[in-house]
């Protein structure tokens, strides 16, 4: 433990610095080649501290009015973040926390840090309620999660609902892979899978798609996944590539692709000869992109970096059908991106919401007669998902809502059943929208 201390001190600053939790690890794991059982340690260290934020920066507040946790330097924050999570929420012994992060100490302000973690210890989990009166801020103490995504959880559905949804924030979703046709075969990888022990099952709907149910590692560790025979990807992510059904001689775009893991499965879906653009505005993640068809055998895709939201100034090109899958608030994805919890706020949806809407329009203009576009988020939010449906049918009404089928998530009632919503809580996979319009002839 000791040893990983100054790893999750670098990790969390970061995190901090808007990056991601999942890379980070990555690359710490690699660069320091951890074994098993400090992986592991150093995963549920970051991730239980980023899960449970919320409560652990109270804690920290309660203890003391003679520093703020913003205006001490990152390194001391997370010193102190990785002491109270072991102290409040792992209940370890002052001493083991003492004997494992002393040598790192740094006094914060007038007062030593075991003066602080002594007020930390004595804190009873009952204060962290005071004043909190009505349910939503309850809640988010209880599930950590900020209390305007409960609130707006329980205005969404109901208190019951949005209870269930927010307890899984805090859970592990299982892990999916999907065998990748280009290299693979359903046969070989269950070989594969049995020889090293990995258990699975297939998904009732989508072909090639397993869901996990043990591992000894985590699966970017196994060959087939370094050999690109398998892509981990999301149920509720590779149902949307089946919604769009693409057709063999159909020209497909995909609006917002890296990092493929859409992009990927519709060529998967239509073999060799397929006939796809995939757009992305990020230079990083065009590369992403490339580097994952590449090792994934995928030659077919014609990768494009571009501002999607003004391609029709550049091609007369018309589709058959458009993916938009556009970037939203991830609201649907903090189980296993705890840190955009507290990254993303409220005041952020305008800005995912106009970026929406303007992609949306222009697949509008690029989509042909009788073609169709499907919509996809992974927010749980309805302004980035129904809401946008529903103004966009209102002002053009040369489209009409399709029905996204096939429908393994609940029909969205707001939109006349058609729309789909997938809840963690009840599909198991991340929360997901998916809709699909007609542009009609
Ligand atoms: C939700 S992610 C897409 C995930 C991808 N469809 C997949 O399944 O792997 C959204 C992507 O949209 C890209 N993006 C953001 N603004 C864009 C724009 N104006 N034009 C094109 N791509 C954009 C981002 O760089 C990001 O890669």
Redesign the pocket.
Known sequence: MKSLIPLTITILSQIEKGKSIRVELRKTISEYKLNREEESTLYSLVFEIFRKLNVIDLYIKKSSSSFSIKKISSKTRALLRIATYLLKVDNRQFEYVKENLESYYENIQELGFDEILKLIQDIREEELYANRVDLASKLSIEFFTPTWIVRKFINQWDEDFATELVSTFIQNLPAYVRVNPFKSNLEEISTNFRSKKITFETVKAIDGLLKITESELPIPQYDVFKEGKIVI?QKA?AL?SLVLNPQEGEKIL??????????SHLAALLGDGSNIEA????EE?MKI?KERLKLLGITSVKTTQ????TLHNQTREEYDKI?L????SGSGTYSSRPEIKWRVKQRDLRWYIN?QQ??LKEASKLVKKEGTIVYS??SLYREENHEIISSFLERNSNFSLAEATPMLGLPSQLLQNKAQELYPHIHETEGFFIAKVKRNS
């Open positions: 990807q992510s949307t995909d609006m917002c692709a890296s990092p493929g893991g859409k992009t757009v992305d505005i990020n993640r992109l571009a501002d999607a939201r993916l899958d556009p970037p939203c970026l303007d992609l988020t992974c």
